[in-house]
């Protein structure tokens, strides 16, 4: 009977690390798949928009400069494109 109780508890050791294994392989999965879908979208934004930013917190620090002063510098950037400014 002893070696059916250990034959028993190795089984459910094995079945025990059989399913943590499959967690962890489904939540790296999962991880891999969130970040291919930010890449995504990080290249969908990038592509969309002209780029004045080198990474996320240059972006993040020239939206909020755009927030507060874009309507006073409209008129010297509307200038710049043309290639009138002085």
């Known amino acids: 009977e002893s070696s059916y109780n250990n034959d ?16 962890l392989a489904n939540e790296l999965k999962r991880r891999a798949t969130k970040a291919e879908k930010r890449k995504q979208k990080d290249r969908m934004d990038f592509e969309a928009s002209d780029v004045s930013y080198i990474n996320k917190r240059n972006k993040h620090f020239n939206e909020k400069i755009s927030r507060n002063y874009d309507k006073h510098t409209a008129e010297i950037r509307q200038n710049l494109e043309r290639g009138t400014a002085l």
């Open 8 to 23: 028993t508890m190795e089984y459910k050791n094995f079945q025990r690390e059989r399913n943590g294994a499959k967690r």
